[in-house]
């Protein structure tokens, strides 16, 4: 930037209004612009910050409202980039009220002289990017307009107050009050009639203060939301002790944390609870009174599945029956319409009981819907209400609405960000837009923002921003833009992570549902704080990919792509995999090898209740197989799937593969047998092959005694497993059965080919590796018998099978030979389909409850044994598969045919 200044400067224009020229500007002095200013200066940075209000605290500014105070713990809601101004300050209570946050801000303004570069009671009218000369053009309401190389959105989230969207606001003779925009001098309402509209956090917090000054106060509810103790008072002992005991650590945990808070993770999941410990668990996060701790410390399933969900919600409702004295009251303010965390729960004080107060009516708007605002008060479908005044606790256009409702704001090529957005916000990391050249946003849309500590996500975005200003200061760099690639494949990021949390099945500011005709989606990143973070450093590190940088005098620089291709569980799976330093698998021996599976699966989670597990044997060609029986908890008789587990003919058994068998067992409704077939070394090709026939004979012809429908069954194997599958229907055919009703092959080895392209792709990264393939193919068949179709059976005669469904993952070796495998099939008119997961491993579908975005796979699957064996399609959905009902499938390639 060699233009770079270290005072601001003035300027002409030529319409011959001032210009403040600088480097940076940012919009808003909340904590995000305060922090950014001070880095920025620190860097060398001539900048200048503009605020409309006539104050530094951003959001703290405007919601004066009663009641109002942050529901992050002070501990945690504070900056951490200067251990001295942690010292300097300390908050007198566990949640701050609206004030002392206000006075915590202007304190850091003052420690850090930040008001001589803010420019307050100034507006940004329009901001528009000067393509020849590479700057942004601001124009202000008052005072110089700024020019400037780079401009920053430190807007805040929530920033933007949504009109009441209500009939005759204009026509009420009494007093009017927006929580988003509450008047600085005090408003008395003693003695008066009082309404609120709106049960958000806002008006959960002013509602039992109110009802304290009122006469009477009605509250007009439209949704009930969940609304937890705040148990305020001093801050914690054990969360300060917990700061104080290893400030450093404290602070870093935070940031590579979930939430931004730190809390360690959970890992039990709530089937494998009892009532009682549930209750237990429960009690003790709602004694905490911390909303972090009620979401995330429960169990672990209870912020990504419907039903572990379900179990939270009735535990709240239970509260707030228990609280509210008047049963209808208790029933019109318990929520039953969004999952608990879909929607910004609340932390209250009082606010339950407060509907206890002779004084203070509750009004349900979904049986008696506001008509009209008249002149006295407010009239519902069935009655009117006599007001003097009316509050508006009606909440905010959330995150675009910062952003986009501020100003117009246009580009490169004089396209306006409103109509780039005009189906959404489209971001590449929630920083930028690609378009916008030098555009940031602090905490946008594609960002953690609001599902995070604010704090901890607006220093890390502030330190990501300066760093790569001062990096392209250096390296001569004057613009940096997104990429239309990086943009688009971080969408499909966004809608990866939203598939992983409950977020989607609520209408809510999140997904820009309380603003009518607004786009919807969820707008905030879902992935998590410290997942994100690691991304956003990738990026930086990965030579600044998906950003175009240009300079005068330095060649362009264009690292082009997506930041992240796999399933965002896939890849923490896969980080956590690679931090654990695990041994090669193939270095072990098969012996060791088999230690470290039986090891490494007794970490996992044991899978759901089915109606009954049954060990047994059956006879093989050369002696008894084990095998583990799963039956459905549902009437009998079940079709029933026969099973071979995965493990490169050489690892597993009949148990190793539970928790999918187990999952399939529920979703599908059918009985799955689970097959010891024998191993290599040991005992080398054919033999898995043939046991694999020989069992599924046997069970087919003892259908009936294992409490399965007599009749054809079906097969289905992972991998290895899968290959024995997809072999023992070639065998079934040519031997005179028994009949197969369908083939269900996940990740197949189906041809000893090792040069497709997905062997060199995925060859090692992502769990099964090349060398762990060769390894498998050599304990268990010479080169010589490898053309044999009972180990490629892509080399088999293929007509005449009976239909399969074939799963193919993107990142696994075995990719291509499963597509060859279904497409071979169909050209052999086989009934198949397929589905390619896009951003998943090997083992993606069989880890259940670890990668939550293999459920919507496995709920394809189980539909298409059901269609095999010419059962109902809508059982899975029935029987306790609840977190399908709204998942999106992954990529379906090519239909049945
Ligand atoms: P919220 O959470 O968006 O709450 C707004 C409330 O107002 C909510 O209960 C809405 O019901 C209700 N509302 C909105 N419009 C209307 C109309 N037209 N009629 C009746 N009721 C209406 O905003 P807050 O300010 O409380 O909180 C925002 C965030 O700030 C909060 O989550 C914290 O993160 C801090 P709805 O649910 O839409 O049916």
Redesign the pocket.
């Known amino acids: 930037m060699p233009e770079a200044t270290v005072a601001t400067r003035a300027s002409e224009a030529t319409s011959g209004r001032t210009v403040q020229q600088v480097d940076v500007a940012v919009v808003g002095a909340g904590f995000a612009g305060l922090y950014l200013l001070h880095r920025l200066r620190k860097a060398g940075f001539a900048t200048v910050v503009l605020d409309e209000a006539n104050d530094v605290g951003g959001?703290w500014y405007w919601?004066r409202y009663p009641g109002a105070r942050c529901?992050i713990q002070t501990v945690d809601y504070s900056y951490t980039f200067d251990p001295e101004l942690e010292s300097a300050w300390t908050w007198s209570e566990k949640y701050a009220t609206q004030p002392e946050i206000l006075r915590y801000l202007g304190f850091v303004a003052d420690r850090y002289d930040l008001r001589r570069d803010i420019r307050f009671g100034t507006r940004v009218k329009e901001a528009t990017w000067d393509e020849a000369a590479e700057r942004w053009l601001l124009a202000t309401d008052n005072g110089a307009n700024v020019s400037c190389r780079f401009y920053i959105m430190a807007t805040g989230c929530?920033s933007a107050p949504?009109p009441?969207?209500?009939a005759g606001v204009g026509d009420f003779r009494g007093e009017v009050y927006f929580?988003?925009r509450w008047p600085h001098q005090e408003v008395n309402l003693v003695g008066k009639r009082v309404a609120v509209?709106?049960?958000?956090?806002?008006?959960?917090q002013a509602i039992p203060l109110i009802a304290e000054q009122a006469a009477h106060l009605t509250v007009?509810?439209?949704?009930p939301?969940f609304a937890l103790p705040a148990h305020n008072g001093p801050a914690p002992s054990d969360r300060v002790a917990m700061l104080e005991g290893n400030r450093a650590g404290y602070r870093e945990q935070a940031r590579w944390s979930l939430a931004g808070v730190p809390w360690p993770q959970q890992t039990a999941v709530s089937w494998q609870l009892s009532d009682a410990e549930r209750r237990e668990r429960f009690e003790k996060a709602w004694a905490t009174g911390d909303l972090v701790c009620i979401l995330t410390q429960l169990w672990a399933d209870q912020g990504v599945d419907v039903d572990g969900n379900a179990l939270v919600a009735q535990l709240i409702r239970e509260k707030i029956r228990a609280i509210v004295t008047d049963p209808e009251t208790a029933a019109a303010l318990s929520p039953y319409d969004h999952p608990f965390g879909a929607?910004?729960p609340?932390l209250d004080t009082n606010y339950y009981a407060t509907y206890n107060r002779p004084n203070v009516t509750l009004v349900n708007?979904r049986q008696e819907p506001?008509k009209a605002i008249t002149a006295f008060g407010i009239t519902t479908s069935k009655r009117s209400f006599d007001l003097d005044v009316i509050v508006?606790?009606?909440?905010?256009d959330?995150m675009t609405g910062a952003i986009m409702a501020v100003h117009p704001i246009t580009g490169r090529g004089g396209k306006p960000l409103s109509s780039v957005w005009a189906e959404g916000p489209q971001t590449y990391l929630g920083l930028t837009v690609a378009g916008f050249p030098n555009l940031f946003m602090i905490t946008g849309p594609g960002s953690p923002s609001?599902l995070s500590n604010m704090i901890v996500s607006i220093e890390q975005h502030a330190d990501w921003v300066v760093d790569r200003l001062t990096a392209m200061r250096e390296a001569g760099f004057t613009t940096i833009e997104a990429t239309e690639r990086a943009q688009a494949g971080w969408a499909q990021h966004m809608a990866d992570c939203s598939t992983l949390t409950l977020h989607r099945l609520a209408?809510?500011?999140y997904t820009g549902?309380?603003v009518p005709g607004k786009a919807q989606g969820v707008m905030p990143y879902t992935g998590g704080v410290g997942p994100y973070r690691a991304i956003c450093n990738e990026v930086a590190s990965r030579g600044l990919l998906g950003f175009k940088l240009t300079g005068p005098n330095v060649p362009e620089q264009c690292n082009d792509g997506e930041i992240v291709r796999l399933q965002p569980d896939v890849r923490l799976v896969l980080n956590m995999l690679a931090d654990m330093k695990l041994p090669e698998i193939e270095s072990l021996g098969a012996a060791g090898a088999r230690a470290f599976v039986t090891m490494f699966n007794a970490g996992r989670p044991a899978g759901r209740p089915v109606g009954e597990v049954v060990d047994g044997t059956l006879p093989g060609t050369d002696g008894p197989l084990r095998y583990r029986l799963y039956r459905p908890a549902t009437a009998g008789p079940h079709p029933i799937v026969v099973y071979f587990h995965g493990g490169g003919w050489v690892l597993g058994d009949e148990q190793s593969d539970e928790p999918f068998c187990r999952d399939m067992c529920r979703r599908s409704g059918m009985i799955f047998v689970s097959v010891g077939y024998r191993h290599a070394p040991e005992h080398r090709f054919p033999t898995a092959a043939e046991d694999g026939y020989a069992a599924t004979r046997w069970v087919a012809e003892h259908a009936a005694e294992l409490g399965g429908t007599p009749g054809p069954v079906l097969v289905a194997g992972w991998s290895a497993g899968a290959n024995i599958a997809a072999v023992t229907c070639q065998l079934a055919r040519d031997r005179g059965g028994p009949p197969i009703a369908g083939q269900l092959l996940l990740c197949p080895v189906t041809d000893a080919t090792f040069d497709r392209r997905s062997y060199i792709d995925n060859a090692t990264g992502y769990f099964l590796t090349r060398p762990l393939m060769y390894w498998f193919w050599d304990l268990y068949c010479s080169p010589a018998d490898r053309t044999d179709p009972r180990v490629s059976p892509l080399r088999g005669k293929l007509e005449g099978l009976p239909p399969a469904f074939v799963v193919t993952c993107e990142f696994d070796p075995l990719r291509d030979e499963g597509v060859a495998y279904a497409e071979a099939l169909r050209v052999a008119g086989v009934p198949v389909e397929q589905l390619k997961a896009r951003g998943h491993i090997h083992t993606s579908f069989t880890m259940v409850d670890v990668v939550i975005t293999g459920v919507a796979g496995r709920a394809r699957m189980a539909d298409a044994l059901r269609r095999f064996a010419g059962l109902p399609q809508d059982m899975g959905k029935r029987e306790g598969a609840g977190s399908d009902r709204n998942a999106s499938p992954p990529e379906a390639i090519a239909a049945a045919e």
Do not use: H
């Open positions: 959001t919601n529901d929530l949504k009441p969207e209500i929580t988003g509209i709106g049960t958000g956090s806002s008006g959960i007009f509810q439209r949704t939301n929607k910004r609340c708007l506001i508006f606790a009606t909440g905010f959330a609001v209408n809510t500011w549902a309380n």
